[in-house]
């Protein structure tokens, strides 16, 4: 079993670039969640996804977008890359939303320069 | 406006010590509360939670405690081994069935022989 895995393990970006990171969950989770961590910010949750069909803005979701066409994937595009996005990229599923305990995925770290 | 706060970036305990890990809260709502560790380059795992009807959840080396008049919620780990080097966050959600967890800006721990 996989749990989540996530792709690209890191990216270095042009900004103004289009780009997706994704994320597959093969646990068969209802909800899923996009977080930025950055230091002395902690993590910071960018969207989230109740169910498939369904999404919602979290803390920080200006400049990005997600989509949940099915169970499985919840992809997060940046569709005009800022250096302001520079970050580690976590994404996260859990059974229930709410608070639920969150099983995180190992993470994308992207660089816009 | 963090509502979640890790007021300690770094602690640093000799094995075998006790490592306690501190986080305070300003939402008096916030009823579900769990603890994180992330090792560098991977994701964070779930360590650990207490729900707000419980002052006290002990899991082998781990124990939480909850202080709801002040607030505060502890993670006690005994005894402290080198794994145990880690940043720690701390979460909270005002609804377990609806609400996001809100996370803390974490404590890097490193424990050393």
């Known amino acids: 079993i996989a749990g989540i895995t996530q792709a690209p393990t890191s990216q270095i970006l042009a900004a103004g670039r289009r780009m997706t990171l994704r994320c597959t969950q093969d646990?068969?989770?209802?909800?899923m969640y996009w977080y930025r961590q950055d230091l002395g910010l902690g993590l910071r949750l960018i969207h989230y996804?109740?169910?498939?069909?369904?999404?919602g803005k979290g803390e920080v979701p200006d400049g990005y977008s997600v989509s949940r066409a099915n169970t499985d994937d919840f992809p997060l595009t940046l569709a005009s890359a800022v250096p302001s996005q520079t970050s580690v990229y976590f994404c996260?599923?859990?059974?229930?939303?709410?608070?639920?305990?969150?099983?995180f995925g190992p993470g994308t770290r992207l660089t816009v320069l | 406006d963090q509502q979640v706060k890790q007021n300690s970036p770094s602690l640093s305990v000799q094995e075998g010590r006790i490592s306690i890990l501190n986080c305070d809260y300003t939402?008096?709502?916030?009823?579900?509360f769990l603890w994180y560790k992330k090792y560098p380059a991977e994701g964070p795992t779930f360590l650990i939670s207490?729900?707000?009807?419980?002052d006290k959840n002990e899991d082998g080396r781990f124990t939480v405690f909850l202080n709801k008049s002040a607030k505060h919620l502890s993670l006690h780990i005994v005894p402290s081994q080198p794994g145990d080097s880690a940043v720690y966050f701390c979460?909270?959600?005002?609804?377990?069935?609806?609400?996001?967890?809100?996370f803390g800006t974490g404590t890097r721990l490193q424990v050393f022989p």
């Open positions: 996260a599923s859990s059974l229930a939303g709410g608070g639920d305990t969150q099983y």
């Open positions: 646990m068969r989770h209802n909800a």
């Open positions: 996804s109740n169910t498939a069909g369904t999404t």
């Open positions: 939402n008096s709502m916030f009823d579900y």
């Open positions: 207490i729900s707000s009807i419980k």
């Open positions: 979460a909270a959600s005002a609804n377990y069935n609806t609400d996001k967890l809100i």
